[in-house]
């Protein structure tokens, strides 16, 4: 008996070592300590010995069965730490996978673009929330009580805060200009910076229009600033994102915030100039209004009129975009459609 567990032993230690995978070690463990296994056969035989025999076998039986233990632990160890991730054979003469990248929205792309124009010029970028107020969005920048924009037909307000007046009266920015007053508050004059961002508006969706859209709107305030520097501004700005001369022309706007105001068109490059859906079949697209500061928003932001002054442009991105690639539906840049988005990257 004792010569047949010394050769259960031998032979179980060389199953053990020669198992080349953990499938293969686990099988043999079942094999070497399982219930019909040779040590189990002998260990259920003790009944038929005396006692002194039953005890020495009992004995030698249970230390082989936890020898086998250890050492399959041991060697399922030592199968691990070997296994290489190269554990199926390499053909290095395969094409590699190829790696999906993503890409950034055209929109996005424009707003980087614009940033770095705009920092080569010594603006600095800045952002605020998307929820503003009624003090931010009109009251600072010289809206009429009764002004049209401040209706619910314009402007999301956010529920709950209807009876609110001022800074305690919600809504979603309208538009960007909120900012300018909140940063000159800030940091006081003079200034010279961008601030992009998403904009809502309760509007009729169509081809030009979307309720929410992104502005890139700047502004400077110095001492010193004319039309003129607005102009040299502007041109720069269109002629470093579009790496060309862009014609452009202004017209008079109005816009509560500004005294006086323009509405700064460029010539349709999706067309050039002869009329299409974009452009509204005229030839020209409207991308930027501005003007000079209100001296009412410069007195909001704690600046007197009599010493500074200042210029605003405010970029419609999309039409940038639209512009830029020659595509002719607003929509599409929000449809989150990969087959249209991807030809961007
Ligand atoms: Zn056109």
């Known amino acids: 008996m004792e010569k047949k567990l010394e050769d259960i032993l031998k032979q179980g230690l060389e199953k053990i070592t020669n198992s080349k995978n953990v499938e ?55 199968i691990i730490a070997s296994k290489s991730v190269l554990d199926k054979p390499l053909d290095i003469t395969l094409p590699g996978n190829k790696i999906k990248s993503g890409g950034l929205h055209p929109v996005t792309q424009m ?30 920048l010289n809206f009429a009580k009764d002004h049209p924009a401040r209706q619910m037909m314009d402007t999301y307000w956010i529920k709950g805060t209807e009876d609110k007046e001022s800074n305690e009266r919600l809504c979603l920015r309208p538009h960007l200009t909120g900012a300018s007053v ?26 030009g229009h979307e309720r929410a859209f992104f502005q890139y709107e700047a502004l400077i305030v110095d001492k010193n600033i004319s039309f003129s520097s607005g102009m040299v ?3 720069t700005i269109l002629e470093k994102v579009f790496g060309r001369e862009v014609k452009v022309r202004m017209r008079e706007g109005f816009f509560p915030f500004t005294e006086p105001g323009y509405e700064i068109d460029m010539e349709c490059l999706v067309c050039n100039g002869k009329g299409c859906k974009v452009c509204k079949h005229n030839g020209w697209i409207e991308v930027m209004p501005g003007g000079v500061i209100h ?49 961007f990257k």
């Open 24 to 78: 293969e070690l686990q099988n043999v463990k079942k094999e070497l300590t399982g219930k019909k296994s040779p040590l189990s056969e002998v260990l259920k035989s003790l009944g038929q010995m005396d006692i002194e025999t039953k005890k020495n076998i009992g004995k030698k039986a249970t230390d082989i069965r936890n020898t086998f233990n250890e050492k399959v632990e041991e060697r399922e160890k030592e």
């Open 111 to 140: 707003c980087y673009d614009l940033n770095d124009a705009f920092l080569s010029l010594g603006f600095e970028v800045f952002s605020e929330d998307d929820i503003s107020s009624e003090k931010y969005a009109f009251d600072n």
């Open 182 to 207: 909140r940063y000159l508050l800030k940091h006081g004059a003079p200034a010279r910076f961008v601030y992009p961002g998403r904009v809502y508006r309760n509007e009729n969706v169509d081809s």
């Open 233 to 235: 501004m502007i041109k």
């Open 295 to 343: 001296p009412n928003v410069l007195k909001s932001a704690n600046l007197d009129p009599e010493v500074w002054t200042g210029f605003y442009i405010n970029i419609g991105l999309e039409r940038l975009v639209m512009m830029r690639y020659g595509v002719d539906d607003i929509r599409l840049f929000h449809s989150a459609d990969l087959r249209f988005l991807e030809q």
